[in-house]
Each structure stands twice: as structure tokens, then as C-alpha cells.
């Protein structure tokens, strides 16, 4: 999935969103974790993650009933040392909560961009640790209530164990189900090449 066909769905979750986000998602998967090295005086220590999403598509399917698509999504992801928000910390993220009928139009349609090798996925997360200070206080919760925008390049495409893959992730104080995050709302972002692990992006 490419990031400018993505980047024209930032609009609140409505029929024309979902219209889009049918072309879009339809038939995307990525998994894969690993580690972000530290980054200079904002991030002492390493980060750490792992995630899989995947809409099954079921319009392929030759039922004359097909069974509904489904959006799966799973996120763990860990600072190990000071940041901008002061202490470590653990989240762990998954889809967001939508009407059957949304989840499954979002993973029907056409086949993706040929040769898309990045992913752009939102949903909801919880915290998985004692939350640092500088966290928003209303997502220190053992609901998954406020939303997470993760970013994933596949920069190598070999399925191996590389250096060379891009993740980025983004913690909103954000509720409600929109297709972008107001950068508003955004109090935590941390994004590079990893130092090691492989995602894969098909």
C-alpha cells in the first residue's frame, strides 16, 4: 500500500472513506517486529515491537453468500529508556471498533498498487505499564480507548532479517475513528531504521 494513496483518506470514517479504503486495504497483510536503536538525547534506549494486520478480502470468494471481510490488526510496542514523556512504557494495540458492515467493506475491493511496499494502519491501544508522566492521562487505561497510527516500510522486500526497514509510530489522545490522526492530539512519536528484525509487507 503506497503512503500517497493513503494519504488521501485522511477524513472522518464515512460511505466515500469507505469506498476508498475498500481499493486501498483490500487484500493487504504485513507482519514482522524488531528494534529501533536508540536515538540521541530523546530516546536513550532501544524500542522495541511487534505487529501483524491483515484484511481478509472475502469478494474473492465464489460462495454466493461469502462470509464478511474481517480487519485484523495487533500491536505491542516498548520504549525501554527516557523519552519525551519521561519513563519507559508498553502499549499494546489493536483494530478499532467498528460495525460489522464498515469492518467489512474496508476489506473488500481491488487489488492493491502493484509493487506497494509500504503500510498505514490505525486503531485503538492500552497502556501495558505504568504509564511515564508525560503521558496523556485519559489513555493511561487498561481499555484500549485512545488511538495509535503505525507506519511500516518493507525497503527490501527479501522476507530476511535486515537493517533497512522503516517503522514509525505515532500515540494520539484521540477517541473517535478518523482517518488520520489530528496532529493535535499526537503526544508521542518515535520513527527510523531498524537495527534489527524484518517487516514484510505483501
Known amino acids: 500500500m503506497t503512503l500517497a494513496s493513503t494519504r488521501s483518506l485522511r477524513r472522518p470514517v464515512g ?63 516498548s ?14 494495540g489493536t483494530v478499532d471498533t467498528v460495525t460489522p458492515l464498515i469492518e467489512s467493506m474496508f476489506c473488500i475491493g481491488q487489488e492493491p498498487p502493484p509493487g506497494a511496499n509500504e503500510l498505514i494502519f490505525l486503531g485503538r491501544y492500552r497502556t501495558t505499564s505504568t504509564a511515564p508522566a508525560g503521558f496523556a492521562p485519559a489513555c493511561d487505561s487498561d ?5 495509535f497510527e503505525v507506519i511500516v516500510r518493507d525497503n ?17 489522545s484521540a477517541t473517535a475513528v478518523t482517518a488520520e490522526l489530528d496532529p ?4 508521542y512519536t518515535r520513527a527510523g531504521l531498524l537495527r534489527s528484525g524484518n517487516l514484510t509487507v505483501d
Do not use: M, W
Open 79 to 92: 520504549d525501554h529508556g527516557a523519552n519525551p514523556l519521561g519513563s519507559g512504557f508498553a502499549v499494546h
Open 184 to 187: 493535535a492530539t499526537v503526544f
Open 143 to 147: 481499555s484500549p480507548v485512545c488511538r
Open 15 to 77: 460511505i466515500g472513506l469507505v469506498g476508498i479504503l475498500a481499493a486501498t486495504l483490500s487484500a493487504c497483510t504485513g507482519r514482522g517486529g524488531g528494534q529501533l536503536p536508540p536515538d540521541g538525547p530523546l530516546f536513550t534506549g532501544a524500542a522495541s515491537f511487534g505487529f501483524s494486520f491483515s484484511c481478509e478480502r472475502s469478494s474473492a470468494s465464489v460462495q454466493l453468500q461469502p462470509p464478511t471481510g474481517r480487519l485484523r490488526i495487533q500491536l505491542s510496542y
Open 156 to 172: 527490501d522486500r527479501n522476507g530476511a532479517p535486515t537493517s533497512g526497514d522503516f517503522f514509525s509510530v505515532k500515540l494520539s
